[in-house]
């Protein structure tokens, strides 16, 4: 804020990732909430990695753009376990956010990601991303329907590569402006994917929205796929 609105640098991802560190509600580091752009983009994963193991204990992001950036996570991480990576395969340690390309698809590195995280027994964390009127249909059950099947879509994969492989679910069905074409967020009349029948997973509740969180293959110990 001090700083004024510019591009994010590593020394700006350092001080947010300090920043999850410290509060003790935040259990995962996901992602690049800033942008390192002083780091050329062939290496900026490495570094944003490497950081978020030097500098917090919290459960770790994979990058996964490409197979080889997915590799080069789970490695760092196993390093920063003491394990080698068929170690790491027998402890669930990472996690990376899959998208679905809406409708109905996933594209190539998505794809890979949920290939290769099941196949390393790391969490696939499948969020369908609906926009009603938009990506999606504009009712609400069919808006809600093809996000099931695209998160279905992606559950199968990471199953047929490693039955068990641990997966969780988070979906948001919202409007869309069809004036501007921007996303309803934090408006009272956005509509709430429930999928809760369908998995019996946990509900978080939330003032303003309500996000079903549902695990639907919890280790290979559980059996319960």
């Not at 290769?116 to 809600?144: C, D, R, V, W, Y």
């Amino acid at each position: 804020i001090k700083n004024g609105l510019r591009q994010g640098t590593l020394k700006d991802y350092c001080d947010i990732i300090r920043l999850r560190q410290y509060f003790n509600v935040i259990h995962m580091i996901s992602g690049a909430p800033v942008e390192p752009m002083d780091i050329p983009l062939e290496s900026r994963q490495l570094y944003s990695t490497l950081r978020a193991l030097e500098l917090s204990d919290k459960v770790p992001y994979v990058f996964c753009q490409s197979r080889q950036r997915i590799h080069d996570a789970l490695s760092m991480i196993a390093i920063a376990k003491g394990t080698d990576r068929e170690g790491l395969s027998k402890e669930t340690s990472s996690f990376s956010i899959i998208n679905s390309n809406s409708p109905l698809q996933y594209d190539k590195p998505m794809a890979i990601g949920l290939i290769e995280l099941a196949k390393h027994n790391q969490l696939a964390m499948i969020t369908p991303f609906s926009l009603a009127g938009a990506s999606h249909p504009i009712s609400l059950g069919a808006a809600n329907s093809m996000a099931v099947a695209e998160m279905l879509a992606a559950l199968t994969l990471t199953q047929l590569v490693n039955p068990g492989a641990p997966v969780a679910s988070a979906a948001y069905t919202m409007n869309v402006n069809m004036q501007t074409g921007s996303p309803g967020f934090g408006l009272t009349r956005n509509k709430r994917l429930s999928t809760n029948r369908v998995t019996d997973g946990p509900i978080l509740r939330y003032p303003y929205q309500v996000i079903y969180v549902y695990l639907i293959a919890y280790t290979r110990r559980t059996g319960y796929i």
